[in-house]
């Protein structure tokens, strides 16, 4: 069988990735007084007095909500907020495997802001924290930064945060193998909403230079095809006011990534790049360009975001630290801060005698991974005045 034969199957056996198991024993009338009535009214009697204890006195404080929509689910596009379902439920998994983080999926149907903000807002009091999942662009920006502004437990929009904290340890790392720094020269294909964070981030932690490329050709001030998110990328980003296509972005550059469409980079554009190159074609399940093909194109050091082939750059290597992390100090935001921490935390983890153009980041299913995010995770959030213990 095929993995996505193999994986249709075990999901008709599975019947659901995650379930709902008790943590307190119900075998007699005294264990039923003590877990609900009438025992359970002092817990909530002490919630109504002081609103912190909720976090100590319910699993709120280690539960997150997936929340999608459904409208660009992984390369497979709107599909509907049901049809998301499975992914959210292995976003699920994955939260509790990695970080022992409970979560639940919650696929919301509409895709009207106001109306996703609100549901949100209304169900926060449930959770720890808010991932928000496979939301299409500009939309995503827009709800995330509206939820942001109203909620007192961190909103994280994963398809944007979660790829620029793992994009950027691998980019740390990478600079190193070709023995460049963060003066390289960067271009990023797909002005969306990995794309305009992962160059946020970059900028955030010290690159100067990075040009980004959408649909229309080169993000540049005064082009008429820009959204409202990708004018405000224009003003801080390709700072030769580049125009043109992907070609002409790429042709120079250090470092290409791509969030992306699969093969739209020709091995002539990896050969037109700077000596040394850093190529990431993260588009999946095709990536932009095969690895093997950018690597006999002259780049030095390739990743991309599948499990089979070297260096892949997985989210998974962020979104359950940094929850972690942040659930750990109950934190009320997931700062600037607190993303640069765990890029640095999770790029360490790859010693100078195991860094090679072939490793550059940990693999996802690396144990350390999660607690070494958690933990530069906290660090940050007390040092900027995220954290509430």
Not at 118 to 130: A, D, P, W
Not at 230 to 242: P, Q, S
Request: proline share 5%; charged share 25%; glycine share 8%.
């Amino acid at each position: 069988m095929t993995i996505n034969e193999e994986s249709l199957k075990m999901h008709y056996g599975w019947k659901g990735k995650i379930e709902v198991v008790p943590r307190c024993k119900i075998e007699d009338k005294h264990d039923l007084s003590v877990a609900y009535t009438p025992g359970v009214a002092q817990p909530c009697l002490e919630i109504q007095k002081d609103y912190s204890k909720s976090f100590e006195l319910t699993r709120r404080g280690n539960l997150i909500a997936v929340i999608t929509d459904g409208t660009a689910v992984l390369g497979l596009g709107d599909i509907g907020p049901e049809a998301g379902m499975p992914v959210m439920e292995g976003k699920c998994a994955l939260f509790k495997t990695f970080a022992d983080v409970d979560a639940f999926p919650i696929c919301v149907r509409s895709k009207d802001v106001d109306e996703i903000v609100r549901t949100v807002y209304l169900i926060s009091g449930s959770f720890g924290g808010i991932n928000l999942e496979d939301i299409s662009a500009p939309r995503c920006f827009e709800i995330e930064r509206r939820l942001k502004e109203i909620c007192d437990i961190p909103v994280f929009h994963d398809d944007q945060h979660g790829t620029a904290v793992v994009v950027a340890a691998a980019l740390i790392n990478a600079l190193k193998v070709v023995k460049k720094d963060m003066s390289a020269r960067v271009t990023i294909c797909g002005a969306g909403s990995a794309g305009c964070s992962i160059a946020k981030h970059l900028l955030n932690i010290g690159f100067s230079d990075v040009t980004l490329v959408d649909r229309g050709g080169i993000v540049c001030e005064g082009e008429d095809w820009l959204n409202p998110e990708t004018e405000k990328m224009a003003k801080v980003t390709n700072l030769r006011h580049m125009r043109g296509s992907l070609a002409d972005a790429m042709r120079g550059a250090d470092i290409f990534i791509g969030v992306s469409a699969p093969g739209i980079v020709t091995p002539e554009m990896i050969a037109s790049m700077a000596p040394r190159a850093i190529a990431f074609p993260m588009a999946n399940p095709v990536p932009e360009i095969m690895p093997d093909l950018a690597l006999k194109a002259g780049a030095e050091v390739v990743g991309t975001g599948r499990s089979d082939f070297m260096n892949q750059i997985n989210n998974v290597l962020a979104f359950p630290g940094i929850f972690r992390g942040a659930l750990d100090c109950r934190a009320t935001r997931i700062t600037e801060e607190m993303k640069a921490a765990a890029s640095f935390a999770l790029a360490s983890l790859v010693s100078d005698g195991e860094l090679c153009a072939e490793y550059i980041i940990p693999p996802a299913t690396d144990k350390r991974v999660a607690a070494a995010v958690a933990e530069a995770t906290v660090k940050a959030a007390r040092k900027c005045g995220a954290a509430r213990i």
